[in-house]
Protein backbone atom coordinates (compact mmCIF):
# COMPACT_ATOMS: atom_id res chain seq x y z
CA UNK A 1 0.00 0.00 0.00
CA UNK A 2 1.64 3.43 -0.81
CA UNK A 3 1.16 6.72 0.65
CA UNK A 4 -1.80 7.67 -1.19
CA UNK A 5 -4.23 4.70 -0.50
CA UNK A 6 -2.95 5.11 3.51
CA UNK A 7 -4.00 8.77 3.35
CA UNK A 8 -7.22 7.87 1.24
CA UNK A 9 -9.40 7.70 4.22
CA UNK A 10 -8.30 10.82 5.70
CA UNK A 11 -9.59 12.55 2.14
CA UNK A 12 -12.44 10.86 1.91
CA UNK A 13 -13.75 12.08 5.26
CA UNK A 14 -12.44 15.26 4.32
CA UNK A 15 -14.53 15.96 1.17
CA UNK A 16 -18.08 13.17 1.94
CA UNK A 17 -19.22 16.76 3.23
CA UNK A 18 -19.00 18.57 0.14
CA UNK A 19 -20.11 15.16 -2.38
CA UNK A 20 -23.51 15.27 -0.26
CA UNK A 21 -23.30 19.04 -1.07
CA UNK A 22 -22.95 17.96 -4.41
CA UNK A 23 -25.26 15.09 -4.42
CA UNK A 24 -28.78 17.35 -2.77
CA UNK A 25 -28.52 19.65 -5.97
CA UNK A 26 -29.74 17.08 -8.66
CA UNK A 27 -33.18 15.16 -8.41
CA UNK A 28 -31.53 11.79 -9.09
CA UNK A 29 -28.63 10.94 -7.58
CA UNK A 30 -26.53 9.31 -10.08
CA UNK A 31 -26.06 12.88 -11.84
CA UNK A 32 -23.72 13.71 -9.20
CA UNK A 33 -21.02 11.45 -10.65
CA UNK A 34 -19.23 13.80 -12.58
CA UNK A 35 -18.44 16.74 -9.89
CA UNK A 36 -17.86 14.25 -7.44
CA UNK A 37 -15.36 12.81 -9.70
CA UNK A 38 -13.47 15.84 -10.61
CA UNK A 39 -13.52 16.91 -6.66
CA UNK A 40 -11.34 13.71 -6.51
CA UNK A 41 -9.40 14.31 -8.69
CA UNK A 42 -8.84 18.22 -7.90
CA UNK A 43 -7.46 16.46 -4.80
CA UNK A 44 -5.80 13.25 -5.97
CA UNK A 45 -4.72 14.30 -9.48
CA UNK A 46 -6.46 11.88 -11.06
CA UNK A 47 -9.54 9.56 -10.56
CA UNK A 48 -8.00 6.64 -8.45
CA UNK A 49 -9.46 3.39 -8.06
CA UNK A 50 -10.71 4.31 -4.32
CA UNK A 51 -12.48 7.29 -5.73
CA UNK A 52 -14.52 5.36 -7.73
CA UNK A 53 -15.32 2.81 -5.54
CA UNK A 54 -16.36 5.49 -3.20
CA UNK A 55 -18.55 7.23 -5.46
CA UNK A 56 -20.01 3.98 -6.20
CA UNK A 57 -20.97 3.41 -2.79
CA UNK A 58 -22.55 6.96 -2.15
CA UNK A 59 -24.88 6.95 -5.30
CA UNK A 60 -25.35 3.66 -5.37
CA UNK A 61 -23.92 2.40 -8.59
CA UNK A 62 -21.98 -0.47 -9.15
CA UNK A 63 -18.07 0.05 -9.84
CA UNK A 64 -18.66 -1.16 -13.36
CA UNK A 65 -21.17 1.92 -13.92
CA UNK A 66 -18.70 4.31 -12.57
CA UNK A 67 -15.61 3.55 -14.16
CA UNK A 68 -17.47 3.01 -16.92
CA UNK A 69 -18.29 6.97 -16.99
CA UNK A 70 -15.06 7.79 -15.77
CA UNK A 71 -13.39 6.20 -19.18
CA UNK A 72 -15.91 8.24 -21.77
CA UNK A 73 -14.48 11.22 -20.67
CA UNK A 74 -11.04 12.30 -21.86
CA UNK A 75 -10.60 14.81 -18.99
CA UNK A 76 -10.61 12.33 -16.19
CA UNK A 77 -7.55 10.58 -15.42
CA UNK A 78 -7.32 6.98 -14.45
CA UNK A 79 -3.96 6.94 -13.80
CA UNK A 80 -1.22 10.19 -12.26
CA UNK A 81 -0.26 12.18 -14.96
CA UNK A 82 1.82 15.21 -14.48
CA UNK A 83 1.67 19.09 -12.66
CA UNK A 84 0.63 20.94 -16.05
CA UNK A 85 -1.36 19.25 -18.54
CA UNK A 86 -0.41 20.88 -21.58
CA UNK A 87 -3.07 20.17 -24.62
CA UNK A 88 -2.27 21.55 -28.08
CA UNK A 89 -5.23 21.92 -30.40
CA UNK A 90 -5.11 20.18 -33.70
CA UNK A 91 -7.86 21.01 -35.24
CA UNK A 92 -8.97 22.29 -38.74
CA UNK A 93 -8.17 25.77 -37.76
CA UNK A 94 -5.15 25.20 -35.77
CA UNK A 95 -3.63 22.64 -38.18
CA UNK A 96 -3.96 25.93 -41.02
CA UNK A 97 -1.70 28.20 -39.02
CA UNK A 98 0.87 26.03 -37.85
CA UNK A 99 -0.56 23.26 -35.32
CA UNK A 100 1.86 20.48 -37.00
CA UNK A 101 4.65 22.78 -36.83
CA UNK A 102 4.08 24.07 -32.87
CA UNK A 103 3.34 20.13 -31.65
CA UNK A 104 6.50 18.69 -33.36
CA UNK A 105 8.44 21.66 -31.52
CA UNK A 106 6.61 21.00 -27.95
CA UNK A 107 7.75 17.13 -28.58
CA UNK A 108 11.54 18.30 -29.13
CA UNK A 109 11.33 20.58 -26.61
CA UNK A 110 9.64 18.20 -24.19
CA UNK A 111 11.26 14.81 -25.22
CA UNK A 112 8.24 13.19 -24.71
CA UNK A 113 5.27 12.31 -27.20
CA UNK A 114 1.24 12.01 -27.55
CA UNK A 115 -0.26 11.42 -23.89
CA UNK A 116 3.08 10.91 -22.35
CA UNK A 117 4.56 12.67 -18.92
CA UNK A 118 8.06 13.79 -18.45
CA UNK A 119 10.16 11.77 -16.13
CA UNK A 120 10.18 14.74 -13.55
CA UNK A 121 6.63 14.38 -13.76
CA UNK A 122 5.77 18.51 -14.66
CA UNK A 123 4.68 18.22 -17.84
CA UNK A 124 1.99 15.74 -19.57
CA UNK A 125 1.44 16.24 -23.42
CA UNK A 126 -1.78 15.79 -25.30
CA UNK A 127 -2.59 16.74 -29.31
CA UNK A 128 -6.69 16.99 -28.94
CA UNK A 129 -9.37 17.94 -31.20
CA UNK A 130 -10.69 21.43 -31.32
CA UNK A 131 -10.84 23.75 -28.39
CA UNK A 132 -13.12 26.15 -30.23
CA UNK A 133 -11.03 28.92 -30.11
CA UNK A 134 -10.67 29.23 -33.91
CA UNK A 135 -9.97 33.15 -33.97
CA UNK A 136 -7.25 32.71 -32.13
CA UNK A 137 -5.43 29.58 -33.43
CA UNK A 138 -3.34 28.08 -32.72
CA UNK A 139 -4.25 27.52 -29.78
CA UNK A 140 -3.55 25.14 -26.74
CA UNK A 141 -4.86 24.72 -22.80
CA UNK A 142 -2.53 24.38 -19.75
CA UNK A 143 -4.56 22.62 -17.15
CA UNK A 144 -7.42 23.78 -18.93
CA UNK A 145 -6.24 27.29 -19.05
CA UNK A 146 -6.12 28.95 -23.11
CA UNK A 147 -2.90 29.84 -24.35
CA UNK A 148 -3.40 31.48 -27.90
CA UNK A 149 -1.23 32.04 -30.90
CA UNK A 150 1.47 29.87 -29.79
CA UNK A 151 4.89 30.55 -31.11
CA UNK A 152 8.00 28.75 -30.82
CA UNK A 153 9.62 31.80 -28.71
CA UNK A 154 5.95 32.10 -26.45
CA UNK A 155 6.40 27.93 -25.99
CA UNK A 156 9.64 28.46 -24.63
CA UNK A 157 8.51 31.42 -22.39
CA UNK A 158 5.78 29.38 -21.28
CA UNK A 159 8.29 26.08 -20.48
CA UNK A 160 10.80 28.32 -18.65
CA UNK A 161 7.74 30.31 -16.27
CA UNK A 162 6.24 27.12 -15.58
CA UNK A 163 9.81 25.39 -14.81
CA UNK A 164 10.72 28.39 -12.60
CA UNK A 165 7.64 28.35 -10.74
CA UNK A 166 6.44 31.76 -11.91
CA UNK A 167 3.75 31.03 -14.10
CA UNK A 168 0.30 32.37 -14.01
CA UNK A 169 -1.68 28.51 -13.98
CA UNK A 170 -1.06 26.77 -10.60
CA UNK A 171 0.15 23.35 -10.81
CA UNK A 172 -2.69 20.79 -10.56
CA UNK A 173 -2.38 18.01 -7.59
CA UNK A 174 0.18 15.33 -7.72
CA UNK A 175 0.38 13.32 -4.85
CA UNK A 176 1.48 10.08 -6.41
CA UNK A 177 4.19 9.82 -9.17
CA UNK A 178 2.70 9.45 -12.88
CA UNK A 179 4.03 6.49 -15.11
CA UNK A 180 5.54 7.52 -18.37
CA UNK A 181 2.16 7.58 -19.66
CA UNK A 182 -1.78 7.82 -18.17
CA UNK A 183 -3.35 5.93 -21.28
CA UNK A 184 -5.27 3.09 -20.32
CA UNK A 185 -4.88 0.04 -23.35
CA UNK A 186 -8.12 -1.70 -22.51
CA UNK A 187 -7.57 -3.86 -26.03
CA UNK A 188 -3.98 -5.28 -24.10
CA UNK A 189 -5.19 -5.86 -20.75
CA UNK A 190 -7.89 -8.05 -22.26
CA UNK A 191 -5.91 -10.11 -24.77
CA UNK A 192 -3.71 -10.68 -21.64
CA UNK A 193 -6.94 -12.03 -20.02
CA UNK A 194 -7.11 -9.17 -17.42
CA UNK A 195 -10.36 -6.97 -16.60
CA UNK A 196 -11.00 -3.42 -15.24
CA UNK A 197 -11.62 -3.08 -11.69
CA UNK A 198 -15.42 -2.53 -12.33
CA UNK A 199 -15.33 -5.66 -14.19
CA UNK A 200 -13.84 -8.18 -11.39
CA UNK A 201 -16.35 -10.62 -10.06
CA UNK A 202 -18.66 -10.10 -12.78
CA UNK A 203 -19.46 -13.60 -14.52
CA UNK A 204 -19.60 -12.12 -17.98
CA UNK A 205 -18.37 -8.13 -18.18
CA UNK A 206 -18.83 -8.39 -22.00
CA UNK A 207 -22.09 -9.23 -22.05
CA UNK A 208 -23.83 -6.35 -19.53
CA UNK A 209 -27.35 -7.81 -18.95
CA UNK A 210 -26.64 -10.75 -20.13
CA UNK A 211 -27.76 -14.53 -19.30
CA UNK A 212 -25.62 -15.14 -15.93
CA UNK A 213 -24.81 -11.53 -15.50
CA UNK A 214 -26.82 -10.58 -12.82
CA UNK A 215 -24.68 -6.92 -12.36
CA UNK A 216 -26.12 -6.28 -16.00
CA UNK A 217 -28.99 -3.93 -17.15
CA UNK A 218 -30.86 -4.98 -20.01
CA UNK A 219 -32.58 -1.30 -20.43
CA UNK A 220 -34.81 -2.33 -23.20
CA UNK A 221 -36.98 -4.23 -20.40
CA UNK A 222 -36.49 -1.62 -17.92
CA UNK A 223 -38.63 0.28 -20.43
CA UNK A 224 -40.89 -2.04 -21.30
CA UNK A 225 -41.54 -2.85 -17.44
CA UNK A 226 -42.07 1.14 -16.71
CA UNK A 227 -39.12 0.86 -14.40
CA UNK A 228 -37.46 3.94 -15.40
CA UNK A 229 -39.68 7.08 -16.20
CA UNK A 230 -39.13 9.42 -19.49
CA UNK A 231 -42.17 11.78 -19.34
CA UNK A 232 -41.82 13.80 -16.63
CA UNK A 233 -40.95 17.16 -15.73
CA UNK A 234 -37.22 17.63 -14.30
CA UNK A 235 -35.16 20.45 -13.72
CA UNK A 236 -32.02 18.82 -15.03
CA UNK A 237 -31.34 18.16 -18.74
CA UNK A 238 -32.44 15.16 -20.06
CA UNK A 239 -33.12 13.48 -23.62
CA UNK A 240 -37.41 13.19 -23.53
CA UNK A 241 -37.73 9.53 -25.35
CA UNK A 242 -40.99 9.45 -27.56
CA UNK A 243 -43.39 7.79 -26.30
CA UNK A 244 -43.59 5.72 -29.60
CA UNK A 245 -40.32 4.34 -29.18
CA UNK A 246 -41.33 2.07 -26.50
CA UNK A 247 -44.57 1.21 -27.64
CA UNK A 248 -43.12 -0.59 -30.46
CA UNK A 249 -40.36 -1.67 -28.34
CA UNK A 250 -43.51 -3.53 -26.62
CA UNK A 251 -45.13 -4.59 -29.54
CA UNK A 252 -41.67 -6.43 -30.28
CA UNK A 253 -41.37 -7.74 -26.94
CA UNK A 254 -44.83 -8.96 -27.26
CA UNK A 255 -44.89 -11.22 -30.69
CA UNK A 256 -41.02 -12.29 -29.45
CA UNK A 257 -42.77 -13.89 -26.36
CA UNK A 258 -45.72 -15.77 -28.82
Not at 10 to 23: G, H, K, S, V
Not at 79 to 98: E, T
Not at 141 to 151: A, E
Not at 229 to 239: G, I, L, M, N, Y
Amino acid sequence: MNEREKNFPALLERLTPECQRIIAQYEQGRSALLPIMHLFQEHEGYVSAEAMNAAAEMLSLTPAEVEATVSFYTLLYRRPVGKYMLQVCRGLACSINGAEDIMAYFRERLGIGHVQTTDDGVFSYEEVECLAACDRASCMQVNLDFVYSLTPHAIDEMLASIRSGTYSTPPMAQIEAPGRTWAISQESEIAGGKRSSGAVGVPQPNNAGGVGDRSGIIMLDHIINHDVEFFTKTSERAVVDSRAVVEVAQEEGSHARH
